[in-house]
């Protein structure tokens, strides 16, 4: 059985984390902010039904909310363990750089791409996933759409794609570029 003040504590750590004041919370979740405020100072336990519509709420489920200890503690991933995958026909490599945030509904990635290359289209990402590229070295050529992007070294773009997406090194020299996806607000998978 969880303390009522561990979750009081979790859902106010979760609520802070994604920048919400009470009032946001209540709006999201259809609970008042008096409650809200009460169970995150633990004087009062909710019912199941409205820690779930504030789990909902705060993108996240009632067992993770439950169960939530705060900060995972430092995680060091070595260049030789995280996951990569090398297109042998390209050169083009792609690298995970911080798998641990995956389950809080963001990919960190490195991308290189060799001189003259390209990822060739990819299909859209489904609505509500917001996406930001940050150039390392190199010039970058994204193509959004219809709409294409020239970038430098480190020129940054961010951009909701639900339209289809290239990235393209036209110049002479390897590029380069960071890419963070937050799917924390997209629509679920049907």
Same mark, same amino acid.
């Given at each position: 059985?969880?303390?009522?003040?561990d979750?009081?504590s979790?859902?106010r750590?979760r609520?802070?984390?994604?920048?919400?004041?009470?009032?946001?919370? #209540?709006?999201?979740?259809?609970?008042?902010?008096?409650m809200l405020?009460?169970?995150?100072?633990?004087?009062?336990?909710p019912?199941?039904?409205l820690?779930?519509?504030?789990?909902r709420a705060?993108?996240?489920?009632l067992?993770?909310?439950?169960?939530?200890?705060?900060?995972?503690?430092?995680?060091?991933v070595?260049?030789?363990?995280?996951?990569?995958?090398v297109?042998?026909e390209t050169?083009?490599?792609?690298?995970?750089?911080?798998?641990?945030?995956l389950?809080?509904?963001l990919?960190?990635v490195?991308y290189?791409?060799? #001189?003259?290359q390209?990822?060739?289209?990819?299909d859209?990402?489904? #609505?509500?996933i917001?996406e930001?590229?940050?150039?390392?070295?190199?010039t970058l050529t994204?193509?959004?759409g219809?709409?294409?992007?020239?970038l430098?070294?480190?020129?940054?773009?961010?951009?909701g794609p639900?339209v289809?997406v290239?990235y393209?090194?036209d110049?002479?020299?390897?590029?380069?570029f960071?890419?963070?996806?937050?799917?924390?607000?997209?629509f679920?998978?049907?």
């Amino acid at each position: 059985m969880s303390d009522p003040a561990d979750l009081g504590s979790n859902v106010r750590r979760r609520r802070l984390a994604r920048g919400l004041t009470l009032d946001q919370l #209540a709006c999201a979740s259809g609970v008042s902010p008096t409650m809200l405020s009460e169970v995150e100072r633990s004087v009062k336990n909710p019912t199941v039904k409205l820690a779930y519509q504030v789990a909902r709420a705060l993108g996240c489920s009632l067992t993770d909310l439950l169960e939530d200890d705060g900060a995972p503690p430092p995680r060091v991933v070595r260049a030789a363990e995280r996951r990569s995958l090398v297109d042998p026909e390209t050169g083009i490599a792609r690298h995970a750089l911080s798998p641990d945030l995956l389950r809080r509904g963001l990919e960190f990635v490195a991308y290189e791409l060799p #001189a003259g290359q390209s990822t060739g289209e990819m299909d859209p990402n489904r #609505a509500g996933i917001v996406e930001h590229v940050t150039v390392q070295s190199g010039t970058l050529t994204l193509r959004l759409g219809g709409e294409t992007f020239e970038l430098g070294p480190d020129d940054g773009i961010t951009y909701g794609p639900q339209v289809a997406v290239e990235y393209r090194n036209d110049g002479g020299t390897p590029c380069s570029f960071l890419l963070l996806s937050d799917s924390t607000q997209a629509f679920p998978i049907r």
